[in-house]
């Protein structure tokens, strides 16, 4: 058991909550696969899995083959979509565990046939990935065709879906949307001609489904979205001209899940210029109170909010002061009444009106709040809120 005193606190009833929020705004016809790959993004996936199946999730969605063993393991019974395709061997496997593959070469649809008939499974399903603009994986439509006999030609398997990925859905006048959308009606119409019509069609992702309805609604047929780091409470901004751009339809209101905490492990007291930290990159201006937190690099606290981020103890903002190191981090509380060894720490959270988020962070150090999330080692255990 830990006892080193820094941890996430991960709200279960915030999750469930915003699986409802993300479900109710697309409606009951649509079907919400909520993703849960590397880790239900640092939230931990058999706690949020089990979670999000109560509350009615019938689908979720894993990177691959070893993200979903564990969900099977812990008795997860909904579907799990393994969103990148799978490895030569790993066929049997998931049709075994009853898993949902992505498919988009013929090599993939062969081996799954195998396997299938060899497990005597009439029908396995598999999701088919196009290639409309992302340039990472999924067949292009100029060569859909020898896909689609593939899996004309497979008796034992199913095409329950197809997808695609939007590689700029946050970006509000990217001309490559549109032109993803057309790609994908395009193999829409070839697979149709092709004798096969998908239950679930999909491509949009959590900033698609509150920016893009036309990437979801799909005549209210066979739709369904894939939201992410929404489930956790964010989204990335949005943006039009270069500029960042908010409120009126383009907001959805999910809160964070996770609350990450420390505790102050020393008081220091230094006087006016002296260097703190690696390299001194910072130097007391005055006589300064400076506490010493049990967080560092690696815990994933980015390095990049050294001598610019904050944290909130006691209902006040205390800087970073000098460069992150890998278990430290010193904070300036210099005039905060009544501080003392062990008081509790906000890095990531909200307190009494005032807020860090992974947002924030994520502006400091140049990154994603899905980047900050996923990066919060295994080093810092989680604490489950029912």
């Not at 709200?11 to 849960?36: D, E, H, I, M, W």
């Amino acid at each position: 058991m830990a006892t080193r005193p820094t941890w996430a606190e991960v709200s279960l009833p915030t999750l469930r909550q915003n699986f409802r929020t993300v479900q109710k705004y697309v409606g009951a016809k649509v079907t919400v696969c909520a993703v849960v790959k590397a880790d239900a993004y640092g939230h931990g996936a058999v706690e949020c899995s089990r979670a999000l199946e109560a509350e009615g999730a019938h689908w979720l969605g894993v990177t691959s083959l070893d993200e979903a063993i564990p969900l099977r393991e812990a008795g997860i019974r909904s579907n799990i979509l393994l969103m990148t395709g799978f490895w030569r061997g790993e066929e049997s496997e998931i049709v075994r565990l009853n898993l949902t593959p992505t498919v988009w070469e013929p090599w993939q649809i062969e081996s799954l046939e195998t396997a299938a008939a060899a497990l005597g499974v009439a029908r396995h399903p598999a999701h088919l990935k196009v290639d409309t603009g992302m340039g990472r994986l999924g067949v292009a439509v100029d060569q859909l065709g020898a896909v689609l006999a593939a899996l004309k030609s497979a008796k034992h398997l199913a095409l329950e879906g197809l997808s695609t990925h939007l590689a700029s859905s946050e970006i509000m006048d990217a001309p490559s949307v549109a032109e993803q959308q057309r790609a994908f009606e395009e193999a829409r119409r070839m697979v149709r001609e092709a004798g096969m019509e998908p239950t679930f069609v999909h491509m949009a992702n959590t900033s698609a489904v509150i920016s893009r309805r036309d990437t979801w609604t799909n005549e209210g047929k066979n739709s369904m979205v894939r939201p992410g780091v929404a489930l956790y409470g964010y989204y990335l901004p949005f943006q039009r001209a270069g500029r960042e751009v908010s409120g009126g339809t383009l907001r959805l209101p999910v809160q964070p899940v996770l609350t990450w905490k420390t505790r102050i492990l020393s008081l220091r007291d230094f006087g006016a210029n002296h260097p703190l930290g690696y390299g001194g990159t910072y130097v007391t201006r005055g006589p300064a109170h400076v506490a010493v937190l049990p967080v560092g690099y690696a815990d994933g606290y980015n390095r990049q909010l050294s001598n610019r981020g904050r944290v909130i103890v006691r209902e006040h903002y205390a800087p970073i002061l000098g460069s992150i190191s890998m278990d430290l981090t010193l904070v300036d509380v210099t005039g905060i009444p009544g501080i003392a060894v062990g008081d509790e720490v906000i890095l990531l959270g909200t307190s009494d009106g005032l807020s860090v988020d992974a947002l924030d962070h994520a502006r400091l150090a140049n990154s994603t709040p899905y980047e900050i999330l996923c990066n919060i080692s295994k080093r810092v255990p989680r604490r489950y809120v029912s």
